[in-house]
């Protein structure tokens, strides 16, 4: 798989769609691998910063999903020609509607006490997959070993083949990184909000928003008072790493780190 390295991270230089049939074709030609997908954007990039340790996890997945549009942009600006958003939501629905008719298993885990449970009914009613297998909701401390390793052998018995992590970044690639030391199935896939965003509740926003890059205002509109820190980190944050790595790389050809 192509991929271009924005902030130090490897972002899949790709769409959507291609990606949806390249884990259905692994699922069939390499059966269980525990293969990590990370749908992550500016706030991933930021984070690899800020703990060193978190950019070994992201680079040792199998793919890191552009999640945001200011991760094409610069990708774009790099030459990766093909490189197109794909946002966690859209994949998550994309997948899910594509293996409705076909034999593969989905497991949900995330969210607060009670949405993964409303997210597999969404998927049987409004998606028409009926292959929801098992959900959990993690507790918001980290978990020890011996949980981690009684909530595998729980998926497991369900026999998924795509478990679905849906927390806050970092902490979600972080656990999908331990878990697939225990776990067998094919992939682990984190996609932050989207089972908030399917369950309706949290609201997504408008497509246009979406495609100026403006969704990090929408959303903390939204939900002020929890994400105002956050995203007053990571905007300026996020431009000044990529300006350091363009004067690097075109002016000092320094190779990206």
């Given at each position: ?18 990606l949806v049939n390249n884990v259905i074709d692994l699922i069939s030609i390499n059966p ?111 978990m020890t070993e011996l949980e981690l390793k009684e909530l595998a052998q729980q998926i ?74 956050r995203y007053f980190e990571i905007v300026p944050v996020f431009i000044w790493l990529n ?15």
């Open positions: 798989m192509k991929t271009i390295k924005v902030g130090g991270v490897n972002f899949y230089n790709g769409d959507i769609i291609s269980h691998q525990n293969y990590c997908i990370s749908a992550t954007g500016a706030h991933g990039v930021v984070e690899t910063r800020k703990q060193l340790s978190f950019k070994k996890v992201l680079n040792s997945f199998y793919l890191n999903m552009p999640d945001g549009m200011p991760i094409v942009w610069v990708g774009r600006i790099k030459g990766a020609k093909e490189i197109r958003r794909c946002y966690g939501p859209d994949f998550f629905k994309s997948l899910i509607f594509k293996t409705s008719s076909l034999p593969i298993n989905h497991f949900f885990c995330g969210g607060n006490e009670g949405v993964a449970e409303e997210l597999k009914v969404v998927c049987n009613q409004q998606y028409n997959n009926q292959n929801i297998v098992g959900t959990f909701c993690p507790p918001f401390r980290e497991n018995q369900t026999k998924a083949n795509i478990v679905w992590i849906g927390l806050s970044s970092p902490k979600q690639e972080v656990f999908a990184s331990k878990l697939r030391e225990y776990v067998n199935c094919d992939f682990l896939i984190t996609v932050g909000a989207a089972f908030d965003f399917h369950t309706g509740k949290v609201k997504q926003a408008p497509r246009w928003v979406q495609k100026i890059g403006m969704e990090w205002f929408f959303r903390l509109s939204m939900e002020p008072k929890r994400l105002y820190k300006i350091k790595e363009f004067v690097d790389f075109y002016i000092f050809k320094k190779k990206s780190v």
